[in-house]
């Protein structure tokens, strides 16, 4: 679990650096993987039944449909990218908020919370919500605030089923239905955005103001 | 009970799924007006028989006084809004706007989106409630985004990303709250609303105060209430019309209706006042923050829309005032505005549609054009700024009075201040488009028959509204602040 737990925030830490579109989501891919094996190890743990389903639909969705309907996306997008080289700067604070985020998690977050299910994993959701979070800021490109999404959904499931064990099957299984409308919806978005804005650069988007 | 309940889930989708299968405008048309008749009449059905039965509660459904009132509101509004839509899509599609493929595309939508609504009024889980607030978002997305264009797809994005990240605070909120109730011993009835409320008094208050932060802010986005409302006038702004209404009327409300909910569990367990400054804090700045857009102003949606802003901060100033008539208030005011806002965006839907912009400079003389139309959109005007005799005016008159009533006498002056000010610039604009010399070239229109009834009825509430509450909903109103005081 710990080993998880590590592997996960180091590919958050590296979504950070990433500027190209595909690997972005190769690497939102492998944290989805991860989720969905986190879960397998509580249920073994804990013999719930409960999670094995849930690991089954993460990896149906998050694995596979959502990461599939991204790929579909990108040859549409060509030539598009993050643009981080130019802002080296704004990469760097990223990666430093992340980096932030991780350590505040870890600081404030006590160990011994009454009640919780795993606590070894509680800091490392909370802190991968808000790295979501903080992606969407950061980022112009609109696969990367999706991408960013994704990361804060994955964060909120950890977090969870860190705290309760997850929710009730069926509000998990809502919750599931949403998050793969809602990325449906916005790769419908993007690909619209393409057509009339010939740019997936989120920041053109800032003609209605007052 | 039951069967309503179902039957009033299941029609939309029939309704939604035959219309994705029919192109001719007639047969929408036909298969449109029928399905939403019947919903209403069974949405109202419904409400008839809560006034009977006080309350019908199963394991994941749950309907009482409460959910009558805001049911009241989406069963009046899917209607007048599917009535407004049938003349003025066609004419879009006259028009060329929108393709004549797009019309089953939209009804659709359209009754997935009031599925949606409809399933958060009526379910009795916490839980199941977020999943069917992201679920309006996600229906609604492609109709504010439906024209396409680059105006619409940016209001879009906004609408989706702002609101998508706010509500996973909300659920974000809802998990921790779920954690109070696991470690409290009442994990068996996860986040069922009913077993909250009877547990309330074991909940850890601490661990309850970060939830209520979290789902405050959640909610409070997708209800528009200012910081978090700066997706609200694109969306509204962009959509088309009929929509506009129904998110200013029927899906700011139910967003409102989720967060009451969660105050009433909350105000169990912490007191009342510590939700209760929140409320006033979020309700003061939301009446703030509308002023200069209101004051300034070149679309006409986008003022439209920056009064509901205004008008979701008085409904939570209601809210955070907490007295019972204040409560009261606030629950007519829901009902009055969702009525006042909607028939307002149709109104100058309507206007729009045949100047052909939004831009109020450019409208002009609306009353040599379409003069019942005219005379309606100023009356509107007038109620929504809240002067009598109409019904906007009655709820926010007690809901400043409870304001003053109980030591917030800075805040309800203030609102009043901000309110004068919101009058002045409100009356200038539509004073504007009403009068004054139409364009060269614009002669005398008429407004089809079902757009007119849709503006007419809404009109006749508001005026009668101001005059006259009948009994019932006075009783049903009555019970339903009793639900929110915790009784």
């Given at each position: 679990m710990e080993l998880l737990t590590i592997l996960l925030l180091l590919a958050a830490i590296l979504q950070t650096r990433v500027s190209n579109l595909r690997l972005a989501i190769n690497i939102v891919l492998v944290q989805s993987?991860?989720?969905?094996m986190a879960c397998v190890i509580i249920g073994i743990q804990t013999h719930e039944v409960h999670m094995f389903i849930a690991a089954l639909l993460t990896s149906a969705i998050k694995v596979g449909i959502i990461p599939f309907a991204l790929y579909r996306l990108l040859p549409y997008l060509h030539e598009e990218r993050e643009i981080v080289g130019r802002e080296i700067v704004k990469a760097n604070f990223s990666t430093f908020m992340t980096l932030l985020s991780i350590i505040l998690s870890y600081g404030l977050i006590s160990p011994n919370l009454p009640?919780?299910?795993?606590?070894?994993?509680?800091?490392?959701?909370?802190?991968?919500?808000?790295?979501?979070?903080?992606?969407?800021?950061?980022?112009?490109?609109?696969?990367?605030?999706?991408i960013g999404l994704i990361t804060m959904e994955n964060g909120l499931y950890l977090f969870g089923l860190s705290i309760t064990q997850g929710l009730p099957l069926i509000i998990e299984m809502g919750i599931f239905l949403d998050v793969l409308v809602a990325v449906v919806v916005l790769v419908i978005l993007t690909y619209r955005l393409k057509l009339s804005l010939e740019s997936t650069d989120t920041s053109l988007l800032k003609k209605l103001k007052g | 009970m039951y069967e309503l309940i179902l039957l009033a889930l299941i029609l939309p989708i029939v309704t939604g799924a035959l219309s994705l299968l029919q192109t001719r405008?007639?047969?929408?048309?036909?298969?449109?007006?029928?399905?939403?008749?019947?919903?209403?009449?069974?949405?109202?059905?419904?409400?008839?028989?809560?006034?009977?039965?006080?309350?019908?509660?199963?394991?994941?459904?749950?309907?009482?006084?409460?959910?009558?009132?805001?049911?009241?509101?989406?069963?009046l509004l899917t209607f007048t809004a599917t009535l407004f839509s049938l003349p003025y899509m066609e004419k879009e599609v006259k028009d060329g706007s929108i393709s004549e493929l797009m019309l089953s595309r939209y009804y659709a939508l359209f009754n997935l989106f009031s599925f949606a609504m409809i399933s958060v009024l009526i379910v009795g889980n916490l839980g199941l409630m977020w999943v069917a607030v992201e679920g309006t978002t996600l229906a609604s997305a492609l109709l504010v985004a439906f024209y396409f264009n680059r105006d619409a797809l940016e209001a879009a994005w906004k609408y989706v990303m702002i609101c998508t990240v706010g509500i996973c605070l909300a659920l974000f909120g809802t998990m921790i709250l779920y954690y109070a109730q696991a470690t409290a011993g009442g994990a068996g009835y996860a986040l069922n609303w009913?077993?909250?409320?009877?547990?309330?008094?074991?909940?850890?208050?601490?661990?309850?105060?970060?939830?209520?932060?979290?789902?405050?802010i959640g909610y409070g986005t997708k209800a528009g209430l200012a910081p978090m409302h700066t997706w609200l006038p694109d969306a509204h702004s962009q959509a088309p019309s009929p929509i506009s209404g129904l998110?200013?009327?029927?899906?700011?409300?139910?967003?409102?209706?989720?967060?009451?909910?969660?105050?009433?569990?909350?105000?169990?367990?912490?007191?009342?006042?510590?939700p209760q400054y929140l409320l006033l804090g979020v309700g003061g700045l939301s009446v703030l923050i509308a002023i200069p857009f209101v004051l300034a102003q070149h679309d006409v949606k986008r003022l439209l829309a920056y009064s509901s802003v205004e008008h979701m901060g008085i409904i939570t100033l209601g809210l955070g005032v907490g007295t019972p008539l204040a409560i009261y208030a606030a629950l007519l005011h829901i009902v009055n505005h969702a009525v006042a806002k909607s028939a307002l965006f149709y109104m100058a839907g309507t206007i729009t549609q045949e100047y052909k912009t939004k831009n109020i400079r450019q409208i002009r003389g609306v009353i040599s054009v379409m003069p019942l139309v005219a005379t309606m959109f100023i009356v509107s005007i007038l109620a929504i700024t809240g002067s009598p005799p109409f019904n906007i005016f009655i709820s926010e008159f007690m809901i400043i009075m409870?304001?003053?009533?109980?030591?917030?006498?800075?805040?309800g002056g203030m609102t009043l201040l901000l309110l004068a000010a919101i009058f002045a610039g409100m009356m200038r604009y539509s004073l504007k488009m009403g009068f004054g010399i139409a364009p060269a070239g614009m002669g005398r229109v008429e407004v089809a028959a079902p757009a007119m009834t849709a503006m007419g009825v809404s009109a006749a509430i508001l005026i009668a509204g101001g005059i006259y509450l009948p009994p019932l909903a006075n009783s049903v109103l009555l019970q339903a602040a009793k639900i929110v005081l915790g009784g």
């Open positions: 993987v991860i989720v969905a009640g919780v299910a795993v606590a070894s994993t509680l800091p490392a959701a909370v802190s991968l919500t808000l790295i979501g979070l903080f992606f969407i800021m950061m980022r112009r490109q609109a696969v990367m605030q999706i | 405008p007639a047969a929408l048309r036909t298969v449109n007006l029928l399905g939403s008749t019947a919903v209403t009449g069974v949405l109202f059905t419904m409400i008839y028989r809560i006034t009977q039965e006080n309350v019908y509660s199963t394991e994941f459904f749950y309907v009482d006084h409460l959910s009558a009132v805001m049911l009241f509101v989406v069963a009913l077993a909250l409320r009877g547990i309330a008094a074991q909940l850890d208050p601490a661990v309850v105060k970060i939830a209520f932060i979290f789902i405050l998110l200013s009327g029927a899906l700011l409300s139910c967003a409102l209706y989720v967060l009451v909910r969660n105050v009433i569990i909350v105000q169990a367990v912490i007191g009342a006042e510590y409870s304001l003053f009533a109980n030591q917030q006498g800075v805040l």
